[in-house]
């Protein structure tokens, strides 16, 4: 039978609120299930970078925290490092950038377990059957958890077409490394200008890939791609090659959301938030204007399912005027491909499911509203 995915629109009243809301959505999900007594439940969500302010408000976080105590078991927050350099790039910027968006214990009730250690290269290497990789670097933490809950704002992205639970699993989860897998088939790349010499990456780099003459150079023969040179350059100077096309690397994501959802397929529940749907990623340090009116929740434990029914119901909406979407207002226009004509975003579905990550079939339950 296909998998039921749960949705909540956000029409409220007296004794029905968002909260309430939230809590129906995951138990009718199958929460009680998937987290048990004394477990490890690592909540997995996106803080925002530092100018953004579409992500997750930590009001709904902090419900979901709840319920999975009241459920007996140990939450935390998390989300990995960043690949590129920004407020979320080391654990402690990271923790900095969690706690000035209204993430702390003293709101959310639950610690802030930053994925991946301080460097973001703490992970282990997950065996995964894929068309790109046969193992896959997962940040410790995620692996290490009992269950996973995995808090989504769904929204655009200016690569993979659009961000949800896919997104968060696969680039949410992975350590450096693995994000610089994902986005790139070489190694980093020297801006001379920039390079003073200090020789401070050839000291982090274990591979004896970085040799410092007037300016640094990386062997790509030596080389293993594991990005930790990009952030221990005080300058700026090592940078990511964007090299992977938007189809190669959503299946690469697809691939990588696998391999952290391995052994806990049957211990991991999916909540996506259609609210605030801008073009562009939390990653981003601003976000524009919505792209939709505010949809409501998805709830369920089919990850490729979940995104598809999210899709769908972004679609089935009016476009937002003066907004980024350039065509396809109408609704069941495509609103993903009216801000990135050039991106299929069914990609990562289609091969998510290929890969056995899910399927794009469900059948939708509304709740009373
Ligand atoms: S750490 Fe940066 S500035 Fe220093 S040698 Fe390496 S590339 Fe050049
Ligand atoms: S990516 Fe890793 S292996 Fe490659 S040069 Fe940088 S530190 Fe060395």
């Known amino acids: 039978m296909d998998p039921e ?17 939230i809590d129906e959505l995951l138990r009718r999900a199958g929460i009680e299930r998937c987290v048990r007594t004394g477990d490890l439940v690592a909540v997995k969500l996106h803080f925002g970078e530092r100018g953004n302010a579409s992500f997750l408000r930590p009001v709904f976080v902090r419900r979901v925290v709840d319920l999975i105590k009241e459920l007996g078991a140990k939450p935390f927050l998390t989300d990995t490092n960043t690949l590129y350099r920004g407020s979320r790039t080391d654990a402690v910027s990271h923790l900095e950038t969690a706690v000035l968006h209204g993430f702390s214990y003293a709101t959310v009730g639950a610690p802030v377990v930053i994925a991946g250690g301080l460097r973001g290269n703490t992970g ?16 410790a933490e995620i692996v290490h958890a009992d269950a996973l809950v995995v808090l989504s704002h769904f929204k655009g992205h200016d690569v993979a077409g659009f961000g949800g639970a896919i997104k968060n699993l696969g680039m949410g989860c992975a350590t450096r490394e693995g994000k610089l897998a994902q986005h790139s088939d070489v190694s980093p790349k020297v801006k001379a200008k920039r390079c003073v010499a ?7 780099c274990a591979h004896a890939a970085i040799t410092v003459d007037e300016k640094a150079r990386i062997h790509p023969d030596r080389c293993v791609g594991c990005g930790e040179c990009i952030l221990t350059c005080p300058t700026g100077a090592i940078q990511i090659r964007w090299t992977e096309g938007p189809l190669t690397m959503q299946e690469k994501m697809a691939e990588y959301a696998l391999a952290a959802l391995h052994g806990k397929q049957d211990r991991a529940v999916f909540l996506n938030f259609l609210t605030q749907i801008s073009p562009a ?9 919505a792209i939709v009116p505010d949809v409501g929740l998805t709830a369920g434990r089919d990850p490729v399912a979940i995104d598809q029914a999210s899709v769908d119901l972004v679609n089935a909406c009016p476009g937002r005027e003066n907004s ?12 993903f491909r009216g801000v990135y004509p050039q991106i299929d975003w069914s990609v990562q579905l289609s091969h998510a499911e290929r890969i056995g990550l899910g399927t794009r079939r469900y059948r939708l339950t509304r709740l009373d509203s």
């Open 124 to 139: 282990l290497k997950i065996p995964v059957s894929g068309k790109h990789f046969r193992e896959a670097s997962v940040a």
């Open 198 to 204: 200090c020789g401070e990456c050839v000291k982090w």
């Open 5 to 21: 995915i749960f949705f909540a629109d956000l029409r409220t009243r007296h004794r029905r609120t968002l909260f309430d809301k």
């Open 281 to 289: 990623c939390d990653c981003h340090g601003h976000n524009d204007a």
């Open 324 to 335: 980024a979407l350039r065509c396809n207002h109408e609704p069941g226009g495509d609103k």
